[in-house]
């Protein structure tokens, strides 16, 4: 039930209003908030308030937005060192909700909330789900993992809040999702885009067009994905893809979301404050520039965050989206500072492969990189699926589709990969985020 095209806090949902705010109101807002995050974290986190100390900082240094990049930074090993609860800045008393978010390695992180962080946490989800023209008499299938995980505790008090009929599907069980879309005549997804791409997949094995059912919306996040397969999902499917925004650190999904005119990443301006800065020095960079996009929590009471870097490379995309909305959007998030390999001295981003692959007609969206060293030399071997159709054809068909994907990924990379076409169905499928990159490099 896709409503029409927002363009003003006069016909938007009554919980957009904020993101049609005059921007001279959402900067004085804004200003107060960080006055009052950097003052609570002050009297009540450890960590920042030593931080603030050695540089001889108090919370009335902070008299404009401007002011913010005096404050010291907060990161990942933050919260690791500090685990279970260093970082909270309300007694357990007052913690409704914990999160945690599992990690490569060792500790998790665990983030904390009020019940009133709760609360605004499902009206940002609220917004960002009637930006993508959602409203009551929807029906959402959440299939973002329920848990630790922010996902699906996340998009459900929203979608429930917004007065959508919500399917806590949870994730995983591939049949079972497809029979509850189809019988449920559900009309939006939320899940991760690969797993998307999987159920879809699956669902055509079984005998179901996804074109003929109610099903008009994806709000896909939690992974990066590439323009190019959001071609892919909307030109197969008849579905509009939404990509959403979102870390654990911050909130959970619902930090930033696409409107329906798919120009960028709204961020919810009055409940975080996005900055761009240079990955390597940490100095600031102007709106219109790629660097690692660093966050401020500006309503938080449990688990305020300042100037978290979140290693999410974007820009802070500049001019008005069409929507009439006035919070600043960015770009989407093709990479983070820390996927970057680096292949025979040569930076390579896994959202280059992926754009480079899928321009090429023949492939499926399912590939892995596969690192390995030989005689010390690093060797990135690119593990594609290709077609039935193209499978089933002939010798000469597949040579030639290799020698295509062979061409598209030098001249994305500009070096040389080795390009091995798989079965359909021969790379593990995901039920949350993927995995695309396998290192077995020794050392
Ligand atoms: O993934 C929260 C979330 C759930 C977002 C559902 C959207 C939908 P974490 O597990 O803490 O939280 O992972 C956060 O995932 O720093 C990004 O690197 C990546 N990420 C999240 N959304 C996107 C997106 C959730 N739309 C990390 N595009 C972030 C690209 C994304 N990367």
């Not at 240094?61 to 933050?78: G, V, W």
């Not at 919260?79 to 357990?92: K, V």
């Not at 990690?103 to 789900?129: F, H, M």
């Not at 999904?253 to 009055?270: A, F, S, T, W, Y």
Request: with cysteine; net charge negative; hydrophobic share 40%.
């Amino acid at each position: 039930m896709i409503t029409e095209l927002e363009t003003s806090a006069a016909n938007c949902h009554p919980a957009s209003a904020r993101d049609y705010a005059r921007v001279e109101e959402l900067r004085a807002l804004q200003l107060a908030r960080l006055q009052a995050v950097v003052d609570r974290s002050w009297n009540r986190v450890r960590l920042f308030r030593e931080r603030m100390d050695e540089r001889s900082l108090a919370p009335a240094d902070i008299r404009s937005l401007a002011d913010i990049a005096k404050l010291p930074f907060t990161q990942k090993s933050d919260l690791r060192d500090t685990y279970p609860f260093g970082l909270f800045a309300s007694p357990m008393k007052d913690v409704v909700r914990l999160h945690a978010s599992s990690g490569t390695t060792g500790k998790p992180i665990v983030v904390a909330y009020t019940q009133e962080d709760v609360n605004i946490w499902t009206s940002a989800i609220v917004r960002c789900l009637a930006g993508c023209g959602l409203d009551r008499g929807d029906v959402i299938q959440v299939a973002y993992g329920y848990g630790l995980f922010t996902g699906g505790l996340g998009a459900h008090y929203g979608a429930e809040s917004l007065g959508a009929t919500v399917v806590p599907a949870s994730g995983g069980h591939a049949d079972r999702q497809i029979m509850l879309l189809k019988d449920f005549g559900v009309t939006a997804m939320c899940c991760t885009p690969t797993y998307f791409l999987h159920l879809i997949e699956r669902a055509a094995e079984m005998g179901i067009d996804i074109r003929e059912l109610p099903l008009r919306a994806g709000i896909f996040g939690a992974e990066p994905w590439s323009e190019a397969m959001r071609q892919r999902i909307e030109k197969l499917n008849g579905v509009e893809a939404f990509d959403i925004y979102g870390l654990s650190e911050i909130i959970g999904p619902g930090v930033g979301c696409e409107c329906r005119r798919h120009q960028g990443l709204h961020i919810l301006e009055d409940l975080f404050f996005p900055e761009i800065v240079d990955p390597a020095t940490g100095a600031p960079l102007p709106d219109g520039e790629m660097g690692e996009l660093v966050l401020t929590t500006l309503s938080k009471q449990a688990m305020p965050m300042i100037r978290y870097r979140t290693r999410d490379i974007t820009a802070i995309l500049t001019g008005r989206c069409d929507c009439g909305r006035t919070t600043r959007r960015i770009a989407r998030i093709g990479r983070r500072s820390d996927d970057m390999l680096i292949i025979r001295g040569v930076n390579v981003f896994p959202s280059q492969v992926e754009t480079a692959l899928l321009e090429v007609e023949g492939t499926l969206p399912h590939y892995q990189i596969l690192l390995t060293r030989e005689h010390g030399l690093d060797q990135m071997e690119v593990r594609v699926e290709v077609t039935p159709q193209m499978f089933e054809d002939k010798i000469g068909a597949l040579q030639e589709l290799n020698q295509r994907l062979q061409a598209a990924l030098d001249h994305v990379l500009g070096i040389r990969v080795r390009v091995t076409l798989a079965e359909p169905h021969s790379i593990e499928r995901s039920e949350g985020k993927a995995k695309r990159v396998i290192d077995r490099r020794t050392s």
